[in-house]
């Protein structure tokens, strides 16, 4: 598998890099969100590493807008 350039461009904060363990395979996932999908967000990935699907649940405090919690658990 290849993995695409990640391209860095500079933007008012629109996107933030999370990061999760993984419960299945306990591999540190680094995942873009998208501020602009609102401040609590909650979708299914399969993990890239052992292709479980997670449930992934994204919350941002709005008081610290670069701080995210991010929680995950298997679906
Ligand atoms: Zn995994």
Excluded: W
Aim: hydrophobic share 30%; aromatic share 6%; charged share 30%.
């Amino acid at each position: 598998m290849t993995k695409p350039q990640r391209r860095r461009r500079r933007q008012r904060s629109t996107f933030l890099e999370a990061a999760y363990i993984c419960p299945s395979c306990g591999e540190e996932i680094i995942v873009p969100v998208d501020l602009s999908q609102g401040s609590f967000q909650e979708y299914v990935e399969d993990c890239p590493v052992c292709c479980c699907p997670n449930v992934i649940t994204v919350e941002m405090d709005e008081h610290f807008d670069d701080q995210l919690q991010v929680m995950v658990r298997p679906e």
